[in-house]
């Protein structure tokens, strides 16, 4: 095993996949890149539209729910080097935001999930998308990864919905 979770559902009531389908995106999202040389610990909380608000408030300075929120692990290097496996950090994923998207764009919940997690995990692994180098560069490795899982091109699926 690459990675170990760590999940935590405070959204009962939604429609959110099983614990092992997190495990299994988290997998094939780290295969596609740099893997460290020790597994990692990814946390998943699943959060409702208050915490991811109140959440996107206090670290980002932006008033609103958001799909997904990655907060990466600030160890030292030599702390790292002692451990046996790697904090690599946290994602919070909004399950309203995230059905709410699925229906909007007419995605498939569970492949939307999955997305949302790839999406996470390489925001962990140091991609970003705040200039249109670095988004091509980050959607186009999430619809290579999301492809091996059977999954199509989640941009392309959300332009033709808007045609």
């Known amino acids: 095993m690459i990675a170990t ?3 935590d559902n405070a959204c009962p009531q939604s429609a959110v996949p099983a614990p092992d389908e997190f495990q299994r995106w988290i997998e094939c999202a780290l295969r596609q890149t740099d893997l ?12 409702d ?4 608000a109140q959440l996107n408030r206090d670290y980002r ?6 799909n ?3 907060f ?10 002692e451990l046996d496996e790697i904090p690599m950090g946290d994602l919070a994923i909004c399950a309203p935001v995230v059905e709410r998207e699925a229906a909007e764009q007419g995605k498939i919940l569970n492949t939307h999930w999955a997305h949302m997690v790839v999406h996470g995990v390489l925001h962990l692994n140091g991609f ?15 619809t290579r990864i999301l492809a091996t899982l059977g999954i199509t091109d989640p941009y392309a699926e959300a332009s033709h919905a808007e045609q």
């Not at 300075?61 to 958001?66: E, L, V």
């Open 36 to 47: 460290p040389a020790k597994p990692v610990n990814i946390g998943i909380r699943i959060v």
């Open 49 to 52: 539209e208050v915490e991811s």
């Open 68 to 70: 997904v929120l990655s």
């Open 61 to 66: 300075g932006k008033d609103y729910a958001t």
């Open 128 to 142: 970003d998308h705040e200039h249109d180098d670095e988004a091509e560069r980050m959607e186009a490795l999430e």
């Open 72 to 81: 990466g692990s600030e160890l030292p290097e030599m702390v790292l080097r």
């Open 5 to 7: 979770l760590d999940f």
